[in-house]
Every structure is written in C-alpha cells, then in structure tokens.
C-alpha cells in the first residue's frame, strides 16, 4: 500500500523558498541529488506562527521543510532522504531555524501508466499530467520517492507511514493511492 505525502496546517499559508538568498533553484531541490551548500536554505513566510512548533511538517509548494523530530525519526533513511539546515524569515523579519528541508533523493518513474486515470493538458509547449486515480508499480525499495511523472507528488511506504503515526508526529496527512 502507498500513500501521497503532503501536509496540514491550522492556517492556510505556505512557506516558500527564497532562491535568491539559497544560491539555489528549486528546480536543483527536485532532482533527487544530494545538495551540497554552505548556508541554510532560505524560506519567506507571511508570519512565524507561535503554534509552528507543533507541526513536524509545514505547508510548502513540493518542498518538504519538517521539524527535528521527523528528522530524528527518519535519519536512518540516508539513501532516501537528506536533511538541509533552513532559515525561515518572516515579514517583519522574525526568524526560525528549527527545520529543515526534506532533500528526497529518489526520483523514479512509479506511475502504472495501465490502470492510472489520468489526462495529459498541453499549455503552449507545456504538458502538464493531471492525475485522477494513481496506481503504483512500487518503490524499489525505498521508503520514499518523489515521482518522476509529476515532481510534486511524494509517494511512501505504509511503514513510512506507520512510522509517522506511531512518531506522533503532527501536520502530515496521507492519501490513500490505488
């Protein structure tokens, strides 16, 4: 059984990087390749909420950023995930640095292309897939992959799952594929 990866949070907000303070491209935080930088990856919010240290993953476009305790929890995944030191600033410049961006290093095509319901919508040169129902082949073996058809989904195991629940860990929800 496999589940998509995606987040809650109290208030509808997101947290979204700053590529011109990370000297990164979020294109570089989708490949699946370890990052290798000297300072922490910047992310802009509205407002550091005085609650956001009850959730263990915060609301971002396809950028994980989750708190100490899921990286104590999931630190002995080293060939699925690495964990990059982040700076959340916000609008009047208050400052958090107690999370971190969830590097998922697998980007693999898992989409059963057979039994999917999906539609391919063509913008210009664009395609973007718009998935209905999902169907996976598997993992490979890892606990967590990013899926090469449509980058912004995140796919995990039940035991990764399991793990979370039994971690107690907060602002996470998981959907149910196939």
């Known amino acids: ?12 907000t997101t947290f979204v990087l700053n590529e ?3 000297d990164i491209d979020i294109s570089t ?5 370890l990052i290798n930088i000297s300072k922490p990856l910047v992310f802009n919010v ?3 909420d005085s609650y956001i240290d009850k959730y263990d993953l915060l609301p971002t476009f396809n ?20 964990f990059v030191n ?14 971190y961006f969830m590097n998922i290093l697998n980007v693999l095509p898992i989409m059963d292309k057979n039994t999917s319901v999906f539609e391919i919508k063509k913008y210009g040169k664009a395609e973007v897939l718009k ?5 996976i082949v598997g993992l490979k073996g890892h606990s ?21 629940e039994r971690a107690n860990l907060k602002g996470i929800n998981f959907i149910e594929e196939g």
């Open 46 to 48: 509205d407002r550091i």
């Open 131 to 135: 998935i209905k129902s999902l169907y």
């Open 144 to 164: 967590i992959v990013r899926m090469a058809e449509h980058k912004s989904y995140i796919i995990v195991t039940e035991d990764f799952k399991k793990r979370c």
């Open 29 to 33: 935080l989708k490949a699946g390749q």
């Open 1 to 12: 059984m496999y589940f998509e990866f995606s987040d809650y949070y109290k208030r509808d």
């Open 20 to 22: 011109d303070k990370s």
């Open 63 to 82: 950028t994980p950023l989750v708190s100490v305790r899921f990286k104590n929890t999931f630190n002995d995944l080293k060939d699925d995930i690495q």
């Open 86 to 99: 982040t700076l959340i600033i916000d609008e009047k410049n208050n400052q958090n640095e107690d999370y």
